[in-house]
């Protein structure tokens, strides 16, 4: 089975704080994603990448950066955390997308509290 | 506009009932893909479905069915003899072929199945 693996299930930073928010998968799969999950919002991307180093915004990228320095692995980075960034951040891995044909795997979510 | 609506915030039934999960989805492509993901207390995102636009069959698995109308653009869910352990926050997804490394998720909905 695939497994996606956040490192942390629950984390509590302060207002200006740089975030560290680790991913790693282990089927060898191409693509990763982060969303974030909000109530009554369902899960928003914010940014995937489909290659090492390579990376694209998804839709709520502001106030975030990422890094794929290696495949299995993929960071979201919050410069300087707020508190309106608090909010369940969700891993995501798949195979290389050649058609809307794949489906996600998801890692257990990181609830993000912003002080 | 959304791409995925799910109208149902929240849904409360007694173990054994029936239950629907309603999903409404709009899209221009031909070719599309719907999923439905369970997200348990845990959080991990789970895979349950995934349906082509060509493909309206219904599906049947165990207690689960799903109803797919291009006519009314649904996707509905359905529960048959609900379970306390069905309870979870289900979302459903689109897929949109000219764009497939987007999906676009609905808001979700909770279900609580009571003993």
């Known amino acids: 089975d695939v497994k996606v693996t956040q490192s942390s299930r629950y984390l509590v930073k302060r207002t200006g704080e740089k975030v560290f928010l680790e991913c790693v998968q282990d089927?060898?799969?191409?693509?990763m994603f982060w969303y974030r999950q909000d109530p009554g919002l369902g899960l928003r991307l914010i940014y995937f990448?489909?290659?090492?180093?390579?990376?694209e915004k998804g839709d709520i990228p502001e106030g975030y950066s990422v890094s794929r320095e290696k495949k299995e692995r993929f960071s979201l980075i919050l410069e300087s955390a707020s508190t309106n960034q608090t909010s369940m951040y969700l891993c995501?891995?798949?195979?290389?997308?050649?058609?809307?044909?794949?489906?996600?795997?998801f890692g257990s979510g990181t609830q993000l509290s912003v002080l | 506009a959304q791409k995925v609506t799910q109208a149902q915030t929240e849904i409360s039934v007694v173990e054994k009932e029936d239950v629907t999960l309603d999903c409404v989805y709009e899209t221009r492509d031909t070719t599309y893909y719907l999923f439905w993901y369970k997200q348990p207390p845990s959080g991990e995102l789970v895979f349950l479905i995934r349906?082509?636009?060509?493909?309206?069959q219904n599906e049947i698995s165990g207690r689960y069915s799903w109803n797919f109308q291009k006519s009314t653009s649904s996707f509905n869910f359905t529960i048959t003899a609900s379970q306390v352990v069905d309870s979870a926050v289900y979302f459903c997804?689109?897929?949109?072929?000219?764009?497939?490394?987007?999906?676009?998720f609905g808001s979700g909905t909770k279900l609580n199945v009571k003993p």
């Open positions: 997804a689109l897929s949109e072929n000219y764009n497939f490394n987007k999906f676009y």
């Open positions: 995501a891995s798949s195979p290389i997308l050649q058609s809307a044909n794949e489906k996600l795997f």
């Open positions: 990448s489909y290659d090492v180093k390579m990376k």
């Open positions: 349906r082509n636009s060509f493909d309206e």
């Open positions: 089927m060898d799969h191409e693509n």
